[in-house]
């Protein structure tokens, strides 16, 4: 059904229900998301809270039961006059914060965007944190415009067989059921641009995704007029080798700002999330040196004023770079444009591969923004000694990448349970002021029975959640006997829960906490205290370590002597995702410092009274204080890996038995674990302004931004 028969289907008195649907807002406002809930609970379940979706699998008499209940009705009129209101409103903070500048407009181009499940076009925390940076971005009123690629294939959902080796299946989403539209031209007909990628000009269409104030435009190259590789060009996430990867990041880059100039945007600042999008800055320059006849260096310094740089990798090799002969081939008639010869232009990204010289997308990013970012300090640090030889001659401390910490957008990622007991407790406005540390020291006031049994009742609610969905996939024939145990089958709702869930790749170190299996076990298998663990994550299809990770805990998950302690989700997303961090005792994370940049799930789970027990890495190097949550190894640098693997684990060891196993346990009269509720509530106090995305966000603006647009 496409949307004029769905629109024909609404009753009148629901006329602009889809139009909320459309609009990504709903998803972080709690009582719009009551509305879908109680015009149809069952189906909001069976489509993972997809609107859009509802409203086509919907009959007419359910609608029409819907519009003829005067309850319901008033309470769509009430939502719909908020919707209308809140993108309408002139007195946000950007406009007033920065009214003299109000009317400049900021691009921020992504490879991905993780907004809702309903579009799965992220793979992970770079993805969740774009998404989270436009939904601020509209809270706060920025004109804001965000640019990247709608892929119809997504990234990949995960299976895993019972012997547990990840398969990965693509699915094609039904553009009719997912929040997006086709952008069209005032003939009717879509726009379309198009890049010269290699020998043939590469057209791509533009799907407008509304995200409250903010919009998000994608592009598309399944159109009739591309041969049929190019029309797979779009389809999938991070897939293909690196000629792929060229040619989605030319299609990004340089597809993206003409997108922006075909639909009559002239944004005054570009952000690059990441290097994927770096070539837009060499199709600015061309646009100037086009237009005002100028030479290379004379353009490079007027873009380079209005581009802003993030990076988000501390490893050398995960940063995208491509031979020489690969620049030549896409590149040869782009930089007599430029006013470059080919020496000129091969050295805006040279940079000394492991496997020789090649162009590097950081570096290309690097040199051409005026101002560039790590996402924590420690990253920032870890950034400036990594991209010393790009400033040859300035000392490491002189580099000219900064630090903004990493955010999560509240709203999305409180628990609603949660968020009722900060309405009651913090105040009825206190989403309006969620990055203001001193709103959180009413947390106080919250009684730790409250605390405590809201926090019980999201354990229950997550294993519960996990029972249903395997129960569901047992039914359809699609789990067997062992995927119904690893999926959870035995988990207990009253035992400490540990979560460890993200990308299983080999720096995360999933497998730390296996280290000594005896003594892992008499904690886990402990008859008076028990402990269970939850994992859950993909690894990229092209990753076999990381896919043999995700073996070895499928195994131990099996295996009979784990007693149903160990359990693994597979398929982990966005949904599965804000069940986890809402509902475990614990969030563990491993990494292999210096190598998580910042990580972002476990601010989710400090958010909602779930206490970290993180390696000093990345973010939690500034959120840990000493009595919101544990810390494994210490606050430096290890010579050897084996030497880092011993340390942590001991130290994670010694944290679970003598602080994080008995503090849980330790009950009073009334059954609460007094000394635990007050580690959750400091867990809470001292992380959730801290880390919240519009903390970030601002700090974007006031720092980078503003300076940008002033310079
Ligand atoms: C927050 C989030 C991430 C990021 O997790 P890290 O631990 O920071 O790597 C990845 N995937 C999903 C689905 C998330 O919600």
Redesign the pocket.
């Known amino acids: 059904m496409d949307k004029t028969a769905l629109q024909n289907k609404m009753p009148e008195k629901l006329r602009r229900l889809p139009e909320i649907a459309n609009n990504l807002w709903w998803s972080w406002n709690l009582d719009a998301r009551q509305l879908f809930r109680r015009l149809d609970y069952p189906r909001w379940r069976t489509t993972q809270h997809n609107p859009m979706q509802m409203l086509h699998e919907m009959n007419v008499e359910r609608l029409e039961e819907c519009a003829a209940d005067p309850a319901f009705v008033l309470y769509y009129n009430k939502i719909l006059k908020r919707f209308d209101e809140e993108l309408a409103a002139e007195n946000t903070w950007w406009k007033t914060a920065h009214a003299d500048v109000a009317d400049k407009l900021v691009a921020y181009f992504s490879a991905e965007f993780?907004l809702h499940n309903s579009l799965p076009i992220y793979s992970?925390?770079l993805g969740?944190l774009s998404g989270d940076h436009v939904k601020e971005a509209s809270d706060l009123g920025l004109n804001f415009v965000g640019v990247g690629f709608m892929y119809p294939q997504g990234y990949f959902r995960q299976r895993i067989p019972s012997h547990g080796w990840q398969e990965s299946v693509y699915q094609q989403l039904d553009m009719s059921q997912a929040p997006v539209e086709l952008v069209r031209g005032e003939n009717g007909q879509p726009v379309k641009i198009s890049v010269k990628i290699g020998d043939s000009e590469v057209y791509t269409q533009v799907w407008q995704v509304r995200v409250g104030r903010v919009n998000l435009f994608l592009m598309d190259t399944d159109v009739p007029e591309n041969d049929p590789w190019n029309r797979e060009l779009s389809a999938r996430l991070y897939s293909g080798d690196n000629e792929m990867r060229i040619r989605q990041e030319l299609m990004l880059g340089i597809g993206g700002v003409r997108v922006l100039r075909a639909l009559g945007l002239t944004p005054e600042i570009w952000h690059m999330n990441e290097g994927h999008s770096a070539f837009l800055v060499l199709e600015l320059v061309r646009e100037l040196v086009a237009a005002e006849h100028l030479n290379f260096h004379e353009a490079a310094l007027r873009i380079r004023k209005k581009s802003i740089f993030t990076t988000h990798t501390p490893v050398p090799a995960g940063h995208d770079a491509f031979p020489f002969h690969m620049m030549e081939k896409y590149f040869h008639d782009f930089w007599p444009q430029l006013n470059l010869d080919r020496e000129g232009f091969l050295n805006l990204g040279k940079y000394r591969e492991a496997w020789g010289e090649a162009f590097n997308m950081t570096v290309l990013a690097l040199k051409m923004s005026g101002q560039a970012n790590g996402v924590s300090q420690l990253h920032g640090q870890v950034s400036r000694e990594m991209w010393q030889s790009v400033w040859p001659d300035r000392p490491v401390a002189e580099v000219p990448i900064t630090a903004v910490t990493n955010g999560i957008h509240v709203p999305t990622w409180v628990a609603s349970e949660m968020r009722q007991l900060f309405d009651k407790y913090l105040g009825a406005d206190w989403m309006d002021h969620h990055d203001e540390p001193n709103l959180w020291t009413r947390l106080t006031e919250i009684p730790d029975e409250m605390l405590w049994r809201t926090h019980e009742g999201l354990r229950s609610k997550l294993i519960s959640f996990l029972s249903d969905r395997t129960r569901r996939r047992w039914v359809e024939g699609r789990h067997d006997a062992t995927q119904v145990l690893t999926n959870g089958g035995f988990l207990d709702n009253e035992i400490l829960t540990l979560g460890f869930a993200?990308?299983f790749a080999t720096y995360k170190r999933a497998t730390l906490i296996f280290r000594d299996p005896e003594r892992l076990k008499r904690i886990l298998l402990h008859a008076e205290r028990p402990v269970q663990i939850i994992f859950a994550g993909k690894s990229h299809p092209a990753d076999d370590p990381g896919k043999h990770l995700i073996q070895t805990v499928y195994n131990i998950a099996k295996s009979h002597d784990w007693g149903g302690r160990v359990a693994f989700i597979e398929d982990?997303?966005?949904h599965t995702?804000r069940y986890l961090k809402q509902g475990v005792d614990v969030w563990l994370?491993t990494p292999r410092r210096p190598r998580e940049a910042s990580?972002?799930?476990?601010m989710?789970a400090a958010l909602n009274g779930v206490p970290n027990l993180s390696v000093l890495d990345g973010w939690w190097v500034e959120g840990y204080n000493g009595a919101n949550g544990w810390a494994i190894g210490e606050n430096n640098q290890y010579d050897s890996q084996e030497a880092q693997d011993a340390a942590d684990a001991e130290s994670l060891y010694r944290s679970l038995e003598e602080e994080i196993v008995p503090l849980f346990y330790n009950r009073d009269r009334d059954g609460i674990p007094r000394g635990w509720v007050e580690v959750m509530r400091e867990s809470i106090r001292s992380n959730a302004p801290m880390f919240s995305m519009r903390r970030m966000v601002k700090e974007y603006t006031d720092k980078l931004y503003v300076t940008a647009i002033k310079s």
């Open positions: 993780g992970g925390g969740i993200r990308r982990y997303d966005m995702g994370n990580g972002t799930s476990g989710k």
